[in-house]
């Protein structure tokens, strides 16, 4: 059983040309995260361990092997999961994670930016956030994408309630998320995590962990930036099924 989870201003719909090419349409959980979808308020979780403990009760009754993906924000709440229940899943794949921060100014710095980004939300709407968001360099490797593609994933973002995204980054924020760095030593479920090679700080930040822990790998995909799903589909549907080969064995 898969469990795919989306990234911020992502959807369940991210994943939608991997499952296709899995063809695991039928054995797939996709939810979607606290502050996503048009009915996030009957589901928002109040922290960010809120939201691992929701997604974990989604999970008792589902058949082996279990393999996990997460991008971007979905590897954040991926790796809360690995790290509360690391024997609940057989194999990983994080795209685009950080562990967390690792000291209180960090975390302070970045709980002020996400004020900020949740004041532009509601205060002028989500096209003017929209527009800000996708010009950050993060996203620059994005603008050499079919621009069927790109209108594609702007419509998707712009599907959103704005006040559910600003309560996303208030509640699953990386300033709000805990610092699993030290978990991370000490799993042992196999994960890989993925990488494009035009994000060099999270290329960095993934060799770095995968060198504390045999259990982890680090693969980097050449010619993308921090969205791997997004530009690099195909790669990652292999790279699931690899997983999912292994995990059978």
């Known amino acids: 059983m898969w ?10 719909e991210s994943y939608t040309r991997i499952v296709r090419h899995l063809g695991v349409e039928r054995r797939a959980l996709i939810p979607a995260l606290t502050g996503h979808g ?25 058949e082996r092997p279990r393999l996990l993906c997460g991008y971007s924000l979905g590897a954040r709440v991926a790796l809360g999961l690995l790290s509360r229940a690391p024997g609940m899943f057989d194999a990983a794949l ?6 967390g921060l690792d000291s209180p100014s960090a975390r302070e ?39 069927d593609r790109r209108d594609e994933q702007r419509g998707l973002r712009l599907a959103h309630d704005p006040e559910g995204l ?26 890989t995590l993925m990488t ?19 259990q982890i790998r680090a693969q980097r995909v050449d010619g993308v930036g921090h969205d791997v799903l997004l530009e690099a589909p195909s790669i990652v549907a292999t790279a699931l099924a690899a997983m999912a080969e292994l995990a059978q064995r």
Do not use: C
């Open 3 to 12: 469990t795919l989870l989306h990234g911020f201003t992502g959807s369940p």
């Open 38 to 62: 048009d009915d996030w308020r009957g589901r928002a979780a109040a922290s960010f361990e809120g939201e691992v403990a929701r997604l974990l009760d989604l999970h008792s009754d589902l």
């Open 94 to 99: 994080l795209i685009g994670l950080h562990p």
């Open 109 to 147: 710095e970045r709980r002020a930016l996400d004020a900020q980004r949740a004041r532009l939300l509601r205060e002028r709407g989500l096209a003017a956030f929209m527009t800000e968001w996708e010009a950050l360099p993060l996203f620059a490797s994005q603008r050499a994408l079919p621009s």
């Open 166 to 191: 600003a309560r996303s980054l208030e509640v699953l924020g990386l300033a709000e998320m805990p610092d699993y760095r030290q978990a991370m030593a000490s799993l042992e479920v196999p994960i």
């Open 196 to 214: 494009g090679s035009l994000d060099p700080k999270f290329s960095k930040m993934a060799t770095e962990l995968a060198d504390q822990n045999v």
